[in-house]
């Protein structure tokens, strides 16, 4: 299982340069790579015992 938040790194430009710069803003869901390639997306403000136990029902360990 992976978990990613796909944060992404903030542009910077050099400090001679006048272009200006480009913020990334982080997205609001956290994305879940299940067994067997299956994803799952949750808002930031899930609760994470919400999120892991949908995990659990959807990888088949609950009971």
């Not at 990334?24 to 799952?40: C, K």
């Amino acid at each position: 299982m992976t978990v990613s938040d796909g944060a992404l790194p903030v542009a910077t430009a050099p400090a001679s340069s006048r272009v200006p710069l480009v913020f990334e803003r982080a997205p609001q869901e956290i994305e879940v790579e299940l067994t067997g390639g299956r994803r799952v997306r949750f808002g930031r403000d899930t609760d994470p015992e919400t999120v892991r136990a949908m995990i659990a029902m959807l990888e088949g360990a609950a009971s």
